[in-house]
């Protein structure tokens, strides 16, 4: 079956997406984002995968998050991206923030992951030729590397914007020291980090405990938050026990020691706080994070354009009152 011709919903700008200014940068990007990790790739159809991105631009997502190793085989998100971005979304590049990745096992040998000159270089241009792009919006290095000198890894981000192959670099998972001089190091070269990409929910909350949040707001950085719903804790989805055919049950990267009677007994908590807002608990954990300013989007995922709809909603109550944060606070304790 031949799919129709893709022309963007003309209202897509007015669908209710806020937009969020990254750091100290002219850089706006969508309160929620689209991940394409679990969900992408040789994991699905390329019609659904299609149905998914076609949806989440209609309705404001401008923002897709990629990395050089995201589907089952690694490889296969950005495959599948770029066979959308040839046949649907070539006409809307400039409206679109496009960012991949590089720090991860990607292919054998010494150079196929880490932070060398070598593998950064090698694997951008690798995911250009997927994604069938000339350039990223942003480069990530998706992981601080502790045996590469920072300087190289930097140096060949640096040198990646110079070279025109990314607008803007990034980093993922850094600890505090390290991003601390990476942004210096970065401003000194005229090539700012421009986002902080870190794993934060009413879960996790090391970017807090750790100081990453205030020195991405104090050096002009946006900081995007990676599994916001706590890779599905924080979904109606465990509320009653593992399902079936569950992440946990399907023995993926969340573990079943992950759903502990303390958890289970916080996350139930959390869902009649919820409800009382009238938000389902996903919606609710999107809006806790997305309360602080220095978090200008949250990365979602979605297995289906319903479940993507269902994070939009999000956008509807965003405000809280301070007793709800109070006893959020207490659940959370």
């Not at 593998?119 to 350039?135: E, F, G, I, T, V």
């Not at 930097?154 to 601390?180: C, E, F, N, T």
């Not at 909603?313 to 709800?324: A, Y």
Request: aromatic share 10%.
């Amino acid at each position: 079956m031949i799919e129709p011709v893709y022309s963007a919903a003309e209202n897509r700008y007015e669908c209710g997406m806020q937009y969020r200014r990254a750091g100290r940068s002219g850089v706006m990007l969508p309160a929620i984002s689209l991940g394409l990790w679990h969900n992408f790739g040789d994991v699905d159809t390329l019609s659904l995968s299609r149905k998914k991105l076609h949806y989440a631009f209609d309705h404001g997502i401008t923002h897709f998050d990629l990395a050089n190793n995201y589907g089952p085989s690694y490889g296969s998100a950005e495959e599948t991206f770029g066979q959308i971005m040839k046949s649907s979304f070539a006409p809307y590049r400039d409206e679109l923030f496009i960012s991949t990745k590089a720090g991860h096992d990607m292919w054998p040998g010494p150079y196929g992951n880490w932070g060398s000159r070598k593998h950064l270089m090698a694997s951008l241009d690798q995911s250009l030729k997927r994604m069938n792009l000339d350039y990223v919006d942003v480069f990530y290095s998706h992981r601080y590397d502790p045996e590469t000198p920072l300087e190289e890894t930097l140096q060949a981000l640096v040198d990646i914007v110079r070279k025109g192959k990314a607008l803007y670099v990034g980093l993922s998972k850094y600890p505090l020291d390290a991003y601390l001089f990476a942004s210096r190091y970065l401003k000194e070269r005229d090539v700012p980090c421009l986002l902080y990409q870190g794993r934060y929910s009413m879960l996790v909350r090391e970017p807090e405990s750790q100081g990453i949040l205030n020195a991405v707001k104090e050096n002009g950085s946006g900081f995007v938050a990676f599994s916001p719903l706590a890779q599905g804790l924080l979904t109606n989805r465990y509320l009653n026990g593992i399902p079936d055919n569950s992440r946990i049950a399907r023995g993926g990267f969340l573990k079943k020691e992950a759903l502990t009677p303390e958890v289970l007994s916080k996350i139930q908590a959390l869902n009649e706080r919820a409800a009382m807002r009238g938000q389902s608990l996903a919606e609710m954990a999107l809006a806790w994070l997305l309360k602080n300013e220095t978090v200008i989007s949250v990365i979602v995922g979605a297995s289906s354009v319903e479940q993507l709809g269902d994070s939009l909603k999000t956008l509807n109550h965003l405000s809280f009152e301070e007793e709800e944060l109070h006893a959020i606070e207490k659940i959370l304790m």
